[in-house]
């Protein structure tokens, strides 16, 4: 990874943004999340990872309120996500997300992805909508489909359509869920770079992935979560090198030895 | 690899010529098999054996628009369209007033000019609801009269095309919001909302429309307090809405539920409200999911107005049927029914190549 990357990396503000508090959830029976406690600083660049059904898709859709959480408290920004509509809708306007298939809308062209938001959430005017668009669309290198629909382009730029169409909220938060798991593996880079890039800049990010090479370069913090638990969260250096509990080192050995 | 060898392609070919142009054509879809050239050939019999005599009536030996009833009625072996010609105004306009249907007529211009506006997508914006709104008014006081020197007119007196066209567009225009206010009801998580129109719909539906009709026309005003009556008219359209608004509920429950999850969670992301979801994001690909059964339905029911004169309103089937009632004419059924069913055919027609084209340029803009 770049050296950019890595001297880039800073140390988080102090000021907190996130905190979990005891949360636990379940479907039906089956308990996905158990008393998860978490807190993330602004500025902060976490990676989430673990084995399929550990239940790191189902925390950090908890933090948008995508999913619900039973017990225990998530505050956002400030604001407690509870029933409360107004409150959900004024943490998701602070909260991007970013879906592992894009989930981009196939009747709005590209332009029209990213403004539709920004005017009608943000009430913008349109010509200031677009301009943000074309900017954030430059910064993720596909401006020139603008005009185009979704289905014209590939996986790899329709997610990074996504993330312009995320960052066009201006969020104080951007969440990832396995963002390049459903692409072909020659796309994988060019949503890496962006991500990056975004890390870089200072974005506060929760990213699940299996990107260990993302972690290693970009993230402050790793969680290691399995069976609903966070198992283990530490720097990526002391994560990889000397992971402390023995279903980490499983894990780690598993994915990295192959 | 060893050797940095340049592949070269292969050149293209064209196609054996035995699985291209018109003979294979006939080959694979008319005489693929014996029995299928069996059947090709017996059908090609029968269309020979029917057309001729078909257009001889039709038009070879058919008597001309301004023939007359005895003429007809002694050479039998060709259509009278004589009866067309006597008989037009009535089957178009009903009992209107001979000398007022000029106003019947402009109704129907009326009615078909905002259609076809209607078609072209460019139009679609919210300033063309109000255009709608002005020629519903204008339409209104054409028919009613009373206003700027027109004589009124009752509304029992209105028949044939514009009572169809009437009940027929202003039935659907109407239920077709109230369907999809009924089709999001029944995919609420609001559970009274969703028992509620769950329930109508499944009501509704379970009825025969005659029943319904019947049950507006007859049982409506033994409920309703002495002195107040609905008009017929009116309780028929009413019929027509609730109705239709309970199918085509279901055909754009169809294209809800083909709606990705992640087009939901996508616009809950961004923090979009219920109404600005489903309004920008859900219901422009839903509808366009639904354009088929929609169409269906649209076509069953501009058809369906036909049943309105069960409870004595004379529609376009109405008044022909009339029209034949008239001693002199009496017996040229098959006249009538060919003339008002080339015309429900022109605007069921329609409606279908309509519909073939806006289901295509919807998915040109977002072919996958």
């Not at chain 1, 989930?103 to 200031?128: D, G, M, S």
């Not at chain 2, 050149?11 to 879809?29: F, M, Q, S």
Request: proline content about 5%.
């Amino acid at each position: 990874m770049s050296q950019a990357a890595q001297q880039a990396r800073h140390i988080p503000s102090g000021e907190e943004i996130i905190r979990c508090t005891d949360v636990n959830k379940w479907y039906g029976e089956f308990h996905v999340l158990k008393n998860v406690n978490l807190s993330v600083q602004k500025g902060e660049r976490i990676v989430v990872c673990g084995p399929s059904g550990s239940g790191k898709s189902t925390m950090i859709r908890c933090l948008n309120r995508l999913e619900e959480h039973q017990r225990g408290t998530i505050v956002v920004d400030g604001i407690e996500l509870t029933n409360n509509l107004k409150n959900i809708e004024l943490v998701r306007r602070e909260v991007g997300m970013v879906f592992q298939h894009f989930n981009l809308f196939p009747h709005l062209t590209v332009l029209e992805n990213c403004t539709l938001a920004p005017i009608w959430v943000r009430k913008k005017p349109k010509a200031e909508a677009e301009e943000m668009a074309m900017r954030y669309l430059k910064r993720v290198r596909i401006a020139e489909q603008a005009h185009k629909y979704p289905g014209q382009l590939s996986g790899g730029q329709q997610q990074r359509v996504a993330i312009a169409r995320s960052l066009c909220m201006s969020p104080k938060v951007m969440l990832f869920d396995e963002p390049t798991s459903a692409l072909d593996p020659e796309m994988v880079k060019e949503v890496l770079d962006v991500m990056i890039g975004l890390a870089e800049d200072g974005m506060t990010m929760l990213c699940v992935t299996h990107e260990m090479g993302f972690a290693k370069s970009v993230a402050d913090r790793v969680i290691f979560m399995d069976r609903g638990e966070i198992v283990e969260q530490d720097t990526p250096d002391s994560f990889f090198t000397n992971p402390k509990s023995e279903r980490t080192r499983l894990f780690l050995s598993q994915i990295l030895n192959h | 690899m060893t050797d940095n060898v340049q592949h070269v392609g292969l050149p293209d070919e064209r196609p054996p010529a035995n699985t291209v142009g018109p003979i294979a054509w006939l080959r694979n879809n008319l005489f693929n098999s014996w029995y299928n050239a069996i059947l090709t050939v017996l059908v090609l019999a029968l269309l020979g054996s029917a057309i001729p005599p078909f257009l001889d009536w039709l038009l070879v030996k058919a008597h001309g628009f301004d023939s007359t009833s005895p003429a007809c009625r002694q050479d039998t072996s060709g259509a009278c369209w004589g009866f067309i010609g006597e008989k037009l105004r009535f089957i178009l306009f009903g009992q209107f007033p001979w000398n007022e249907q000029w106003r019947p007529l402009a109704t129907i211009a009326i009615f078909i000019a905002l259609l076809l506006a209607s078609c072209d997508r460019r139009f679609w914006k919210p300033w063309f609801g109000l255009v709608w709104a002005a020629g519903l008014v204008t339409v209104g006081c054409l028919m009613w009269g009373g206003v700027l020197g027109l004589t009124p007119v009752e509304n029992t007196l209105w028949g044939g095309l514009p009572l169809t066209i009437i009940l027929s567009v202003i039935g659907l225009a109407v239920a077709f919001p109230a369907a999809i206010l009924l089709a999001l009801g029944r995919r609420s998580n609001m559970p009274a909302v969703k028992v509620l129109c769950v329930t109508y719909i499944e009501l509704i539906r379970g009825v025969p429309l005659i029943s319904l009709l019947f049950m507006a026309s007859v049982m409506l005003p033994l409920f309703l307090p002495n002195g107040v009556s609905i008009d017929k008219l009116l309780r028929a359209q009413i019929a027509f809405i609730m109705f239709a608004a309970a199918y085509m509920a279901e055909a754009i429950r169809g294209g809800l539920q083909a709606i990705p999850k992640g087009q939901y969670e996508a616009a809950d992301g961004l923090g979009l409200s219920y109404w600005q979801k489903m309004i920008k994001i859900i219901l422009p690909q839903a509808l366009a999911i639904a354009i088929p059964p929609l169409v269906n339905t649209f076509i069953s029911f501009f058809k369906d107005t036909s049943l309105v004169i069960i409870i004595g309103l004379y529609d376009l089937l109405g008044t022909a049927k009339a029209a034949l009632s008239d001693p002199l004419w009496r017996g040229f059924y098959r006249e009538a029914y060919l003339f008002i069913g080339v015309i429900y055919w022109i605007f069921c027609f329609s409606m279908s190549k309509y519909s073939q084209k806006l289901e295509r340029d919807l998915n040109r803009s977002h072919r996958r």
